[in-house]
């Protein structure tokens, strides 16, 4: 079960909403659909949640590059909404970089006779290319809203959205569109 919330800072507080994913492909778009949350330009956060799984959070700041960290990146790499948010530069990777096998170098042809030669390379390779069980990302995100690196590394799953609205006063405005 997945749910997902845009909270636009105003000059009143924290406004809430509920957000559909379904339409959004990339990290732009995602970014996109923060910023028209907000049309004065002011901080915007997506909360993203699996139950129990992993949670991640984007911040948009008027034009600026987004700001993401996610919680487990392993476990979000399993998810649709978590792939959004796990880029190449998040990751710590060459931009562009392979995820798998170039499928016009292997040998398809049903001929093949036991383990290639480079089959321990590629092994190495996909073991640089896994995506660590720990958190990755900009942990200080929301450090100059009251939330320190501390405090976000040691969120459970299971509650740290609530736990991250409680914090910035906005967890009424939050179980609003839950």
Known sequence: MYFAALLARTEDGWEASD??????????????LAREASPDEDTVLVLIEQEESWFGVVRVDGEDDPRIYVSDAAAARRSAYGE????????????GADDGPDLDSLDLD???DGESEDAEEEEEGA???AVPHS???????????GIG??????LDADDALGTIA???GASEVLETVR
């Open 135 to 145: 958190p990755v990302g900009d942990s200080e995100i929301l450090e100059d809203l």
């Open 110 to 112: 049903g001929t093949e």
């Open 166 to 168: 409680e914090a910035l």
């Open 149 to 154: 690196e501390k405090e976000l590394r040691a």
């Open 84 to 95: 959004l948010l796990l880029t190449d530069e998040l990751l710590g990777r060459e931009p």
């Open 127 to 129: 073991a640089a290319d």
């Open 19 to 32: 957000t559909e994913l379904d339409d959004v492909e990339t990290l732009s778009d995602l970014a996109d």
